[in-house]
Antibody
């Protein structure tokens, strides 16, 4: 069965960096675009980034452009989100999700990132 | 990248039907049929219930249905059950080649 597992979250100070990982299993990872979506505490969902199958297309939300970098390693069946210059407002649960053709059917369980001094 | 507009809350009694609207622009909802709906229970990951406007993934009850007219998409839940109480989010692909979500709607089943 399709599984997505996020890791790498935690507590970081404002201005710091963190790298999230998303490990996929149960499917051919290299066949699918992947996305990151976040949810601040008590708030709604916010799309963050997507990456194409061979990483030649990557898009970001304006709120993270220039600070976050998405990448992938198809040999490791993993996607990553490098987060730099973190702000308090980046505090959220971060989900990775598989793009099944303009819809996001499979999501990970989410990982909490807390930015606080 | 403004969020799509959803009502903050809706409510209904068991057995009734409710509809949640999702309003965007011609650059997202109105321009593409790539509108999805997700259901989220507290502390859980979102679950896809409608994709490409009106399609249901396997295993999703036919009590859930989707539609779209112009810049507004809608989710209808018929025969409300207590387990339908959750947050519901619409989303759409956009002309900027990004995704945008709605602000979410809290459904209360009275």
């Amino acid at each position: 069965q399709v599984q997505l597992v996020e890791s790498g979250g935690g507590l970081v100070k404002p201005g710091g960096s963190l790298r999230l990982s998303c490990a996929g299993s149960g499917f051919t990872f290299s066949d699918y675009y992947m996305n990151w979506i976040r949810q601040a505490p008590g708030k709604g969902l916010e799309w963050v980034s997507f990456i194409s199958t061979n990483a030649n297309r990557i898009q970001y939300a304006d709120s993270v452009k220039g600070r976050f970098t998405m990448s992938r390693d198809n040999a490791e069946s993993s996607a990553y989100l490098q987060m730099n210059s973190l702000r308090v407002e980046d505090t959220a649960v971060y989900y990775c999700a598989r793009d099944d053709g303009y819809y996001l059917e499979y999501w990970g369980q989410g990982i909490l990132v807390t930015v606080s001094s | 990248q403004s969020a799509l507009t959803q009502p903050a809350s809706v409510s209904g009694s068991p057995g009734q039907s409710i509809t949640i609207s999702c309003t965007g622009t011609s650059s997202d909802v109105g321009g593409y049929n790539y509108v999805s709906w997700h259901q989220q229970h507290p502390g859980r990951a979102p679950k896809l219930i409608i994709y490409v406007v009106y399609n249901r993934p396997p295993g999703v009850s036919n009590r859930f249905s989707g539609s779209k007219s112009g810049n507004t998409a809608s989710l209808t839940i018929s025969g409300l059950r207590t387990e339908d109480e959750a947050d519901y989010y619409c989303s759409s692909y956009t002309s900027s080649n990004t995704w945008v979500f709605g602000g979410g709607t809290k459904l209360t089943v009275l």
